[in-house]
T-cell receptor, first 116, second 113 residues
C-alpha cells in the first residue's frame, strides 16, 4: 500500500514553455501533498504544501506564480512550471501524506525536468 | 532552530559491517523522526520512523536509536549489503503542525563487496 505515482518521469522542453507534472496517490486519499525540488547530490527542498480544495502554501523564496499548484481531488495534485527556463531544470518530487497517528509521507518516483 | 544536521556526508562500509548515520536537531517540539532511503533517479522511500516516547526501534536490519536529552538520533544498518548502497536522509517533523518534514543533508552510503 501507500503508492504514489508521478507523471511524466522525465520531460525535456524548450525555454519559455510550461510543463505540468501530476502526482497521484494510488491506494489512499491524501488531504495533503507536498512538492519538493532536489538538485544533484543535495537534500530535498520543500517548495510548497498542497491541501485539497484550498490554495497551496509556498515556502519562502518560491515563486507562486511560476510554480502553480492545484490539488483538485484527494488523489491528485499537479505542479505546473510556467515559462520554464534552464535554471528550473531539476528533479521534482511529490509526496502524499496519510491520515492517522503518524501522518506518514510517501514519495513519488520523481520527475526529471530539463529545460533547453 | 528548525535545522536537522546529518553526518557523515558519505560513508564506505564493507559488506557485513554496521553502517551508522547520525542526526541532531535543535527544536524539542519535533515529535516524528523518519529515515528515508533514496536510490539514484528515484524518490525517497520511508525506511523506518520513531516517535520521541521510545529510545529504540528495530525493523529487520535497520534500527533507530533515539536520545531525547541529547537531541540526537541515529540509523544503524546491521549486516550491510551492497544493495543498501544509497543516499539516506533523516528528517524531523511536527506531527500536529501538518507534518512538514525538515530533512537532513543526506548521507551517501557505499557498501563494498
Amino acid at each position: 500500500g501507500a503508492v504514489v505515482s508521478q507523471h511524466p518521469s522525465r520531460v525535456i522542453c524548450k525555454s519559455g514553455t510550461s510543463v505540468k507534472i501530476e502526482c497521484r496517490s494510488l491506494d489512499f486519499q491524501a488531504t495533503t501533498m507536498f512538492w519538493y525540488r532536489q538538485f544533484p547530490k543535495q537534500s530535498l527542498m520543500l517548495m510548497a504544501t498542497s491541501n485539497e480544495g484550498s490554495k497551496a502554501t509556498y515556502e519562502q523564496g518560491v515563486e507562486k506564480d511560476k510554480f502553480l499548484i492545484n490539488h483538485a481531488s484527494l488523489t491528485l495534485s499537479t505542479l505546473t512550471v510556467t515559462s520554464a527556463h534552464p535554471e528550473d531544470s531539476s528533479f521534482y518530487i511529490c509526496s502524499a501524506q496519510t491520515s492517522g497517528p503518524y501522518n506518514e509521507q510517501f514519495f513519488g518516483p520523481g520527475t526529471r525536468l530539463t529545460v533547453l | 532552530q528548525q535545522q536537522v544536521k546529518q553526518s557523515p556526508q558519505s560513508l564506505i562500509v564493507q559488506k557485513g559491517g554496521i553502517s551508522i548515520i547520525n542526526c541532531a536537531y535543535e527544536n524539542t517540539a519535533f515529535d516524528y523522526f523518519p529515515w528515508y532511503q533514496q536510490f539514484p533517479g528515484k524518490g525517497p522511500a520511508l525506511l523506518i520512523a520513531i516517535r520521541p516516547d521510545v529510545s529504540e526501534k528495530k525493523e529487520g536490519r535497520f534500527t533507530i536509536s533515539f536520545n531525547k536529552s541529547a537531541k540526537q538520533f541515529s540509523l544503524h544498518i546491521m549486516d550491510s549489503q551492497p544493495g543498501d548502497s544509497a543516499t539516506y536522509f533523516c528528517a524531523a517533523a511536527f506531527y500536529n503542525q501538518g507534518g512538514k518534514l525538515i530533512f537532513g543533508q543526506g548521507t551517501e552510503l557505499s557498501v563494498k563487496p
